[in-house]
């Protein structure tokens, strides 16, 4: 039947039939009766758009009757959400479960899907806080907001809702990238000061650019000592993407070492007492205080493998499949330009410009014998 506007907001409106199960699009000779539904908008494009998904639906017949539908609550989707299998499956899932049940329920609560507004997202990013009462930072924020589009989509996707508010709320770039790198005095010295168990674990870091779960979850079916490769399966990258990383000689040889004293019934390759290593900060911290070194994370070691591969000149598709890249913004975030590299670019053209000088004289020399 159309769009039809009030004061709040578009409506889109049709003729249906209901049989108790579905609604279905009213042929001419039925009559029917007018079913509408509120767009949340008074943009009529938008409207436009919702009223063809609809119809779309109808005429599939997926759209419930209104003795069976009913738009649950926040929490009532939440824990809904929080049991599907695309859902569960996430390598994140955990920290999805945390963000939902932790900080989303507590605020959107027993309202409505439908019921949600914009003005409620901007409300929660407003007043989102940390566990000590301060606020938390943008980066976090950001998380649960995108946490809380996923959701609301999968609502979308199974007609609970008409439109994603969470959509419509920005969100502003953190500016957190890094770009910090070990200089070949400060690799040094963390090595010196590290803990035996955690020195191969920084060596394959920063060699290698492996991610720290895929380091410490490492067995020794996927390490080939002969051909001087690890190789990772799909369920062991964050990507999902099975990779292949060539080791360097240090790394080669430092797993030679613990593949000699390994413990029986032991699978792992980095142990501590025996035992999988299961965390490494304190052991971390440790050793880059005593080490003097200032503003770096464990992540940043692969910004330092990333950055070896580059001065090694390796090239780009190569690097981007050992680090476990998927896309070139990603390796050139991680692929850092210090002073070494302006030092060594001013020195390749203070080269260049003596050898095109020393041509320029043999030319004028030449020039003048003939």
């Not at 767009?39 to 109808?58: D, P, S, W, Y």
């Not at 007492?273 to 911290?285: Q, R, Y």
Request: charged share 30%.
């Amino acid at each position: 039947m159309g769009i039809t506007k009030r004061a709040d907001s578009l409506y889109v409106e049709f003729r249906v039939v209901d049989d108790g199960q579905t609604l279905r699009l009213a042929a001419p000779y039925e009559g029917g009766k007018v079913k509408r539904w509120k767009c949340h908008t008074l943009k009529r494009e938008l409207a436009k758009q919702q009223e063809a998904i609809i119809k779309t639906n109808l005429l599939k017949g997926i759209v419930l009757s209104d003795s069976k539908a009913k738009v649950p609550t926040f929490r009532e989707w939440a824990k809904r959400y929080l049991e599907l299998s695309e859902v569960k499956g996430l390598r994140s899932f955990d920290k999805h479960k945390r963000t939902v049940n932790d900080w989303l329920v507590p605020f959107f609560g027993d309202r409505l899907l439908s019921e949600i507004k914009v003005s409620d997202v901007e409300a929660y990013r407003a007043g989102r806080m940390r566990d000590d009462g301060k606020t938390a930072a943008l980066s976090t924020v950001n998380w649960d907001h995108a946490v809380l589009k996923v959701m609301l989509n999968k609502a979308l996707q199974r007609d609970l809702l008409m439109v994603n508010p969470a959509c419509k709320v920005s969100m502003p770039n953190p500016q957190n990238e890094r770009d910090r790198i070990l200089s070949e005095d400060e690799w040094k010295r963390l090595c010196d000061e590290a803990a035996p168990h955690l020195k191969p674990i920084l060596l394959v870091a920063y060699r290698l650019g492996m991610r720290y779960s895929e380091i410490v979850n490492l067995t020794w079916d996927r390490v080939d000592r002969e051909r001087g490769l690890i190789t990772l399966g799909a369920i062991d990258t964050k990507t999902k993407q099975p990779r292949q990383v060539p080791m360097t000689a240090d790394v080669l040889a430092v797993l030679k070492d613990l593949h000699k004293v390994r413990y029986l019934g032991q699978d792992r390759v980095f142990l501590r007492d025996g035992e999988s290593v299961t965390s490494i900060k304190t052991a971390f911290e440790n050793a880059k205080r005593r080490a003097g070194i200032m503003n770096f994370r464990f992540h940043d070691m692969r910004h330092c493998a990333a950055t070896a591969l580059r001065r090694a000149g390796v090239d780009n598709t190569t690097a981007m499949a050992i680090i476990g890249h998927k896309s070139p913004q990603m390796w050139r975030r991680y692929n850092t330009i210090d002073a070494t590299d302006l030092r060594a670019a001013a020195s390749k053209v203070n080269t260049l410009i003596t050898l095109e000088a020393k041509r320029a004289e043999e030319a004028a020399a030449n020039h003048a014998k003939s």
